[in-house]
């Protein structure tokens, strides 16, 4: 899961659901790096947004891909 903050709302979704989290993330944790950039809105990411979303969903496709190695 990729949360937004410290509260986990994602990962306790999941978890309610019946889902199993093998690997869990905080948006924050990765922030450090980008101190400074503006990234927009939640409706509306400058372009410095766009590529910090974009490094979060490289992370989350590592993240499967490592999974699905297990899993084989």
């Known amino acids: 899961t990729m949360d937004g903050c410290a509260k986990y709302?994602?990962?306790k979704s999941v978890e309610e659901t019946g889902g199993i989290v093998v690997k869990s993330h905080k948006v924050p944790d990765f922030m450090k790096a980008h101190r400074g950039e503006e990234h927009g809105s939640g409706t509306a990411l400058t372009d410095d947004g766009w590529k910090y979303a974009d490094q979060l969903a490289e992370i989350?496709?590592?993240?499967?891909?490592?999974?699905?190695?297990?899993?084989?």
Do not use: F, P, R
Not at 61 to 72: C, H, M, S, T, W
């Open 9 to 11: 709302c994602a990962k």
């Open 60 to 72: 989350l496709v590592a993240d499967v891909k490592e999974i699905k190695a297990g899993v084989n």
